[in-house]
């Protein structure tokens, strides 16, 4: 028999608030090297504490909701959901059920729909921790009330590549958003996947669903669901049926593991949360929060791709990131700028392709180096369209280009022009000049000027290097490979 695969995905995010969800505790993301520091009596439930709501993460949860094209809900609420871990303070974990901030929403990827059913907001649990070799459990409460947004996906996806790649979709926009760091290896967003399979031509729900939870790199949501798929195939096609459950993804065996037998939402207990009000919004509100959004993702790349008729190869990597998009923009502006000025004579179609090309290839290596904050911050958007134009105008070659900006990156004065100058990196352009270098080194190397005329038309890359070579790299290849050519045809 064959079988079809139905998945949905439930994405968490801790968002970059200044304090807790409900205290004001500094939000350390639960990174703080030290346990249980950021911590109150609200955050760890101490008898008499009271939540209060934290503005900035409701917005932020409401603006990704708006990026994705949900509908705000004017009345929202926060509810109880009584989940007994030990590393939640208060036995149960203030949430969202059936009211909450966003809902219906819609994320496309590589043409294809994906529905979002739902984005809530609640609290993240604190950590256990487990000493080697001990018989008990300590908990930091660090984490314990970080803000917490859970998107839900109504199960449209058939494959792990298609859900791993609307995680990264994702994160995406949460970056641009600037509501969470959202990186993975720190927890900081977390994958889970509900799997089920069916016959072919049966209902596609009529599977019976598992959980696969906190799923930590995109990869391993790729290879959870593609293990996932072929253990429950073996469990069906061996007569027996697959059970409703929670499992667990080992990175180091690459399986799914068995955590606990699933509960259903009324095994959870829900109830509104008394100590805090409903919350009502006017459309008002709501079209200000949209009015403040940045450029999307997807609206960059297709303004990219339209003002700078760059590939769409070069279009992705430069507008994966919204600061280093926004820098790329600001080289491309004082491009433009130095044409008008008439500062270079090259056109703005090279021009933008050759910092992109030089983006690409240079300031990315840098960035693996140095601090991103710390690169923008060194070579400004100005320094690097004056090393771009000096490089199209045949100032400098590829080679003193590199030298310049390595120098830019290292040296307080970075000045491309004062580097050029200092070093003595300027290409030497003058045909006078370069005719009397080209005399020289033919005069010097007979047998190679007689294998060109012979038919050796290799010969003249040998000349043309040693030409670079008693020039020390400076000649313009160009007017160099002319000179050549002309005297070499004519037989001056």
């Known amino acids: 028999m064959q079988y079809r695969v139905t998945i949905g995905m439930e994405v968490h995010a801790e968002l970059k608030t200044h304090s807790k969800m409900f205290c004001a505790c500094k939000n350390g993301l639960g990174m703080e090297t030290e346990p249980n520091v950021n ?198 096609e061996a007569g027996e049926k697959v059970v409703q459950e929670t499992r667990g993804w080992d990175e180091v065996k690459n399986v799914t593991v068995s955590q606990r037998k699933k509960e259903s939402a009324h095994d959870y207990r829900y109830f509104p949360e008394p100590d805090i009000l409903p919350f009502v919004f006017t459309p008002e509100y709501v079209e ?62 090279r021009l933008v392709k050759l910092a992109a090309n030089y983006f690409i290839t240079e300031m990315m290596k840098e960035l693996k180096e140095w601090d991103r904050g710390m690169l923008i911050g060194r070579i400004t958007p100005e320094n690097f369209a004056e090393l771009i134009a000096i490089i199209a105008d045949g100032k400098i070659n590829s080679s003193a280009a590199q030298t310049v900006f390595k120098e830019m990156m290292e040296n307080e004065d970075n000045d491309p022009s004062h580097i ?25 190397n007979e047998q190679s000027v007689a294998d060109y005329r012979a038919g050796k038309e290799n010969a003249i890359k040998f000349l043309m290097g040693q030409v670079m070579a008693a020039t020390k790299g400076k000649a313009n290849p160009k007017i160099v490979a002319d000179i050549l050519q002309k005297k070499l045809t004519l037989g001056e």
């Open 39 to 236: 911590i109150c009596p609200v955050c760890t439930a101490q008898p008499g504490s009271l939540p209060v709501p934290n503005r900035q993460a409701i917005e932020a949860v409401q603006k990704v909701g708006l990026a994705l094209g949900c509908t705000l809900r004017l009345f929202s609420k926060f509810d109880r959901k009584h989940y007994f871990y030990p590393d939640i303070p208060k036995g149960y974990q203030i949430s969202q059920y059936d009211e909450p901030f966003c809902e219906e929403g819609t994320l496309e990827r590589d043409g294809k729909t994906f529905r979002v059913t739902r984005i809530h907001l609640e609290e993240d649990t604190g950590k256990s921790m487990h000493p080697a070799g001990a018989e008990y459990t300590l908990v930091d409460f660090n984490r314990a009330g970080v803000p917490l947004m859970e998107l839900v996906t109504e199960p449209d996806f058939s494959t792990g590549k298609e859900a791993s790649l609307f995680c990264q979709e994702l994160r995406q926009i949460l970056r641009y958003l600037d509501v969470s760091n959202a990186d993975m290896e720190k927890g900081q967003m977390r994958c889970e996947v509900n799997i089920s399979l069916y016959p072919e031509g049966a209902d596609r729900l009529s599977g019976t669903k598992v959980e696969i939870k906190n799923i930590n790199s995109f990869r391993s949501v790729e290879r959870a669901i593609e293990y996932e798929i072929a253990r429950q195939t073996g469990v069906l």
């Open 420 to 444: 050029i100058e200092r070093l003595n990196l300027a290409q030497v352009s003058d045909s006078a000049e370069l005719e009397t270098v080209v005399a020289t080194v033919l005069v010097a």
């Open 288 to 349: 200000q929060l949209r009015s403040a959004l940045p450029e999307l993702p997807d609206a960059k790349s297709k303004r990219f791709l339209l003002e700078y008729a760059l590939p769409e190869a070069d279009v992705v990597i430069l507008t994966e990131d919204r600061e280093l998009a926004g820098y790329f923009e600001g080289v491309a502006s004082e491009l433009a700028e130095k044409i008008q000025s008439k500062e270079t004579q090259a056109e703005f179609p």
